[in-house]
């Protein structure tokens, strides 16, 4: 049984950080392209950061670039997203994803808010 489980949000204000992670079980997380969306209220889903393996490659949307850093660890099966010099606009919950064709799998989420 896939399960993503994410952690680490939390209320944090302007310019501070917040680190999540995604605990992965039930396939060969090794191999597997993993990726953090966001979701904002009453906007769409959107894709923040991606990271492959092997190789490692990252990519990011341009809102994040320069201030979030998605990393891995394939021994813990952990997914992380690093997120400095918060912004209000970084409020939304934020979601673990994989795909397995022909499925996609989502973790629960975690509420991040950026306020003073």
């Known amino acids: 049984q896939v399960q993503l489980v994410e952690s680490g949000g939390g209320l944090v204000q302007p310019g501070g950080s917040l680190r999540l992670s995604c605990a992965a079980s039930?396939?060969?997380?090794?191999?597997?392209?993993m990726r953090w969306y966001r979701q904002a209220p009453g906007k769409e889903r959107e894709l923040v950061a991606h990271?492959?393996?092997?190789?490692?490659?990252?990519t990011y949307a341009d809102s994040v670039k320069g201030r979030f850093t998605i990393s891995r660890d394939n021994a813990k099966n952990t997914v992380y997203l690093q997120m400095n010099s918060l912004k209000p606009e970084d409020t939304a919950v934020y979601y673990c994803?994989?795909?397995?064709?022909?499925?996609?799998?989502w973790g629960q989420g975690t509420q991040v808010t950026v306020s003073s």
């Open positions: 990271i492959t393996s092997p190789g490692r490659i990252t």
């Open positions: 039930g396939f060969t997380f090794s191999n597997k392209v």
């Open positions: 994803y994989t795909r397995l064709p022909p499925n996609d799998y």
